[in-house]
């Protein structure tokens, strides 16, 4: 009996002003509306939200890899992500969508993406799917940022 192989990755699609950014829905512990308490100077975090207790950082997934901050709306979300393996178990950070973000099961559908013109340190890929350019965020850098 032969068995089927798949490399599916069920992801969530986080929506931002001018790409999409993929990351697998077990990193993702809740999103929630955006809603910072205290702005922040430092130029790679837009400030804090209290999410069940804990100050988050949150982040502009755009103002880190371009330096340029997107108007957010009544509609943007904050995906409030889980810390890392041996980190402090409250060391939860979030980055912000544009909108709700998208549940999909990515499978060997996707095309490496050689044309981006993204290069950043917070980027550890990018790719196309379904005719859409992606990107791969490196969420232990993301986390690191604060």
Not at 7 to 32: F, H, Y
Not at 64 to 91: H, I, M, N
Not at 94 to 118: F, K
Request: proline letters at 5%; glycine letters at 4%; hydrophobic letters at 40%.
């Amino acid at each position: 009996m032969e068995t089927e192989s798949t490399s599916a990755v069920r992801c969530l699609i986080i929506p931002m002003e001018n790409l999409n950014v993929v990351v697998p829905s077990a990193a993702v512990a809740e999103i929630v509306p955006l809603n910072i308490t205290d702005t922040d100077d430092n130029d790679k975090l837009m400030g804090t939200m209290q999410w069940r207790g804990v100050s988050v950082p949150v982040f502009s997934f755009e103002k880190l890899v371009t330096g340029e901050q997107p108007q957010y709306s009544q509609r943007s979300k904050v995906c409030v992500f889980y810390p890392w393996k041996g980190a402090d178990k409250e060391q939860f950070f979030a980055i912000v969508s544009m909108h709700d973000p998208r549940s999909r099961l990515l499978t060997g559908d996707i095309e490496s993406d050689d044309d981006s013109e993204l290069d950043s340190s917070y980027i550890q890929t990018s790719f196309r799917y379904e005719d859409e350019s992606a990107v791969v965020p490196d969420l232990m850098a993301i986390s690191n940022a604060a």
